[in-house]
Structures are given as C-alpha cells and as structure tokens.
T-cell receptor, first 115, second 117 residues
Framework: AQKVTQAQTEISVVEKEDVTLDCVYE???????LFWYKQPPSGELVFLIRRNSFDEQNEISGRYSWNFQKSTSSFNFTITASQVVDSAVYFCALSEEGGANNLFFGTGTRLTVIP | EAGVAQSPRYKIIEKRQSVAFWCNPISGHATLYWYQQILGQGPKLLIQ????????DSQLPKDRFSAERLKGVDSTLKIQPAKLEDSAVYLC???????????????FGAGTRLSVL
C-alpha cells in the first residue's frame, strides 16, 4: 500500500533563511511519480514539481530545489532565501504507475515565513 | 489559459440538508477529479472521471454522495443528506489524460469550503 509521510506539521523561519521540507514515501511499485504542491491561503493547490522514479537527478528552479533519494525513499524540498510569499501549506504526493493517475497526499507542512 | 473553476467558494448548511458543488475543468482536459480535504489533512480522492465515464469511485460514500459529468466537461458533486463530518474543502482537479498510460499533472481549483452545522 502507498503512503506519504510529512513529519513536520509546522515550520517557522525568518525571512531569508533556508528551509527544508521533508517527505518520505512508501510504495511497492517500481514505477511511480512524486509531486510537490503549494497551497496558499487562497486554497488552490499549485503544482510545483513532478519526478518519476527513474530520475534521481536533483532539480533546481530559482530558489526551489528538490532532493530525490530512492535509497531512503525521500523527496525533500528546500527553499533558499525564504520570502514571506512562500508562507503556505506544502504537500508531497505519490502516484503509482499501476494506479489510475490517482494522487496520494501527505498531511502537509505549514510554512510560516516571518518578515 | 483559464484554470479550473469551482463554485460556490463557501457554503454553510445544516445537517441533513443537501448541497451541490460545480466544477469546470481546464479546456481540453479529459480527466476530472473530486477530492475531499478535511482540515489539517491532505486531499483524499473521492471520484475520477475520464470524459463522462467513472474511472474510480471506490472512496466515494455512495449512500450520500453522488457525482456526474454530463457531456464530459463540467461536473457536479452532490451530498444528500449532509452530515457534520462532511465539513471540508471540496477540491476539483483536471488533467489532460489519466490512466496508467498517462502520468499527467493534475491542476486544482480553489475549492469549495463546506461547513455543516
């Protein structure tokens, strides 16, 4: 059975600090996809990144970077030089190839960036 | 490009009443999803449509929840009768394709926040 764990319920950082959000997943499929979504106070889930299980290359997009390690079943997300606009709830999610493109979400991490 | 549209944004009803939510997906997206997000939790899939057919409704409480996607575009999710535990945000998402052959990205609407009193 699939499972996504985000152990950090809430994180607070001061603006310009770096912060890492942890995500650990469980799946029996050899082919799967991992996602990060951002949910600002407006409520809409905003897609950030998708990674497939065969691509362990780390990715950087501006201030955002992602570290995928199959050996530890982790897909962590780092925000460099955090800004107030980064304040939101961040969700990690898993989709298995054997499924129907269904997303299984973690419980989310609420990030608060203090000015 | 317009995103996923949902209405209403907020709804307050009393238990045992009925309520309906509407979703208009991104133009050209064949697959539509309804999720329930209870406060403090991640979204949980209720039902998935591929065009106007149901792909997965295994998590839909069919004794009180129903959904349809007539003509393969807009969709409506209904709760009848509502219970206190149905208080949640109902999110609609769409993707270009779905199923095992397409690992498509799901794009979400802003959701409808339902409060059942």
């Amino acid at each position: 059975a699939q499972k996504v764990t985000q152990a950090q319920t809430e994180i607070s950082v001061v603006e310009k600090e770096d912060v890492t959000l942890d995500c650990v997943y469980e799946t029996r499929d050899t082919t799967y996809y991992l996602f990060w979504y951002k949910q600002p106070p407006s409520g809409e889930l905003v897609f950030l990144i998708r990674r497939n299980s065969f691509d362990e290359q780390n990715e950087i997009s501006g201030r955002y970077s992602w570290n995928f390690q199959k050996s530890t079943s982790s897909f962590n997300f780092t925000i460099t030089a955090s800004q107030v606009v980064d304040s939101a709830v961040y969700f990690c999610a898993l989709s298995e190839e054997g499924g129907a493109n269904n997303l299984f979400f973690g419980t989310g991490t609420r990030l608060t960036v203090i000015p | 490009e317009a995103g996923v549209a949902q209405s209403p944004r907020y709804k307050i009803i009393e238990k045992r009443q009925s309520v309906a939510f509407w979703c208009n997906p991104i133009s050209g997206h064949a697959t539509l999803y309804w999720y329930q997000q209870i406060l403090g939790q991640g979204p949980k899939l209720l039902i998935q449509f591929q065009n106007n057919g149901v792909v997965d409704d295994s998590q839909l409480p069919k004794d009180r929840f129903s959904a349809e996607r007539l003509k393969g575009v807009d969709s409506t999710l209904k709760i009848q009768p509502a219970k206190l535990e149905d208080s949640a945000v109902y999110l609609c998402a769409s993707s270009f394709r779905g199923g095992a052959s397409g690992r498509n990205i799901q794009y979400f609407g802003a959701g409808t926040r339902l409060s059942v009193l």
